[in-house]
């Protein structure tokens, strides 16, 4: 109401007052609440001009595309270890032991188990390939318009939402094989299992292996999320010609 107001005192204000017309000020202010016409109603006239196979058929191009560049990305060397936007760090718990150890100059010990915990990480993503891409392939056309119609990351939450169990089962027994040589690892379960005990420590962050692969989900889905950005915003980087059509379609005019 206030806002409403001061408003209408400043337009007023700024009216000459011979040109006062309380009429043309209402449709004055009316005009001001009109809102913008969303993305979103012209992303679908755009869509209109394709039919929702082609939309579908598109979509599964550029999410086979972006899941495959993730999924590289991550598996390589350092994918992990040398990646800020997902490196995975040591557990919150253990960060107050891990300043202690270097103030000791012992730091080489926090550092071995970070390396090995992004290399496990490493060692488990190429596990995701075929499972995304099988989410892609059981896509319906109305998860295709959703997903094109949806936010920049609509795309990475259906994944999220289709495959985190699944690639957590298959995550995990690689990170478990990796991490059975890092005998800091079973060091970290024995304290964290009585720090759960004692409140000190988050049940989720209790096991090591656990903590591993929830991380290296998190970042796989984020680099999906990354992949999918930039195809929405230069859609002619999109794999085949159709995909980069309805893409270019969906941008704003």
């Known amino acids: 109401m206030i806002g409403r107001v001061l408003l209408l005192g400043m337009l007023t204000l700024s009216m000459p007052v011979a040109a006062f017309d309380l009429n043309d000020l209402k449709s004055r202010i009316d005009g001001l609440k009109q809102p913008a016409t969303t993305p979103s109603s012209s992303q679908a006239t755009g869509l209109a001009a394709y039919s ?83 989410a892609v392939k059981n896509m319906t056309v109305n998860d295709a318009k959703d997903i094109l119609l949806g936010k920049d990351d609509a795309a990475t939450q259906y994944f999220r939402r289709n495959t985190e169990t699944a690639l957590s089962g298959k995550f995990k027994p690689v990170v478990v094989r990796a991490m059975q040589k890092v005998s800091l690892a079973q060091t970290y379960d024995r304290f964290a299992d009585k720090g759960v005990k004692l409140g000190l420590v988050k049940e989720q962050d209790a096991h090591l292996d656990d903590y591993i692969t929830r991380k290296a989900l998190d970042g796989l889905y984020l680099m999906i999320a990354e992949q999918e950005k930039e195809i929405r915003a230069h859609p002619l980087q999109a794999t085949g010609d159709l995909a980069r059509k309805i893409f270019s379609a969906l941008r704003p005019s």
């Open 52 to 134: 929702p196979q082609q939309q579908a058929e598109s979509l599964n191009q550029a999410l086979i595309q972006g899941a495959e560049s993730a999924v590289k990305d991550l598996a390589r060397a350092d994918g992990y270890l040398g990646n800020p936007k997902v490196h995975i760090p040591l557990p919150e718990n253990l960060k107050k032991a891990d300043s202690a150890l270097r103030k000791l100059h012992l730091g080489k010990y926090s550092d071995e188990l970070i390396t090995s915990m992004n290399r496990a990480a490493e060692a488990a993503v190429p596990e995701a390939k075929s499972l995304l891409i099988a």
